[in-house]
């Protein structure tokens, strides 16, 4: 089982990104998926999350990001997307996917099982 994360770099204050999470060795269309980033010297933190298609993909952002980014799923895909608009410096770190076995949602880390091994965002100001 692996997610693999992609679409991480450089952008400037006010642009855009757009983060994939592939998975392989399993299908996680009926699982909860979220986004965590963690920037230098702090904790990992709750991005964004999505419940499995069948609940509806109910979406949960953190307030930092809400109506900046947006989470999305592909099912045929077995990919999670995050778009990132109108980037901030704060905004910076390693983005980090990950996947319960839960269909569910969760803010927390500590509910998720699988991770992947992270891209790195850096918005300059």
């Known amino acids: 089982v692996q997610l693999v994360e992609s679409g991480g770099g450089l952008v400037q204050a006010g642009g855009s990104l757009r983060l994939s999470c592939a998975a392989s060795g399993r299908t996680f269309n009926n699982n909860g998926m979220g986004w965590f980033r963690q920037a230098p010297g702090k904790e990992r933190e709750f991005v964004a999350a999505?419940?499995?298609?069948?609940?509806?993909?109910?979406?949960d952002y953190a307030d930092s990001v809400k109506g900046r980014f947006t989470i999305s799923r592909d099912n045929a895909k077995n990919t999670v997307y995050l778009q990132m608009n109108s980037l901030k410096p704060e905004d910076t770190g390693v983005y980090y996917c990950?996947?319960?076995?839960?269909?569910?949602?969760?803010?927390?880390?500590?509910?998720?099982?699988?991770w992947g091994q992270g891209t790195q965002v850096t918005v300059s100001s």
């Open positions: 999505i419940s499995w298609s069948g609940g509806g993909g109910t979406t």
């Open positions: 990950a996947a319960s076995h839960s269909g569910s949602f969760y803010r927390h880390a500590v509910f998720y099982n699988y």
